[in-house]
């Protein structure tokens, strides 16, 4: 890893779309909060640190809730 991608915010960030269908590989970014495709940032306003927490969080936030959605009976 280099010493400017250990520094980016990007890949620590919540926004950040993980998912590897997105297909931009190590230089570039699908930023969720921004919708679009970009370069890995040093510095970001929008920057949100992705703890367990925040991801579940954004996760019901996109997707909602299926736990306890389920029908029962
Ligand atoms: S919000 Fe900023 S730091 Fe986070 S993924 Fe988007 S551009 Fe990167």
Redesign the pocket.
């Known amino acids: 890893m280099t010493e400017d991608r250990k520094k980016a915010?990007?890949f620590s960030?919540?926004?950040?779309d993980a998912r590897p269908e997105v297909g931009v590989g190590d230089q570039l970014?699908y930023?969720?909060?921004?919708e679009r495709v970009?370069s890995?940032?040093i510095q970001?306003d929008?920057?949100?640190r992705a703890t367990e927490k925040a991801k579940e969080h954004l996760r019901h936030t996109l997707y909602g809730s299926f736990n306890g959605e389920d029908e029962v009976g």
Do not use: E, N, Q, S
């Not at 960030?13 to 950040?16: A, K």
């Not at 930023?31 to 921004?34: A, G």
């Open positions: 915010l990007c960030c919540l926004y950040r970014v930023c969720i909060k921004k970009v890995p940032k970001c929008l920057y949100a």
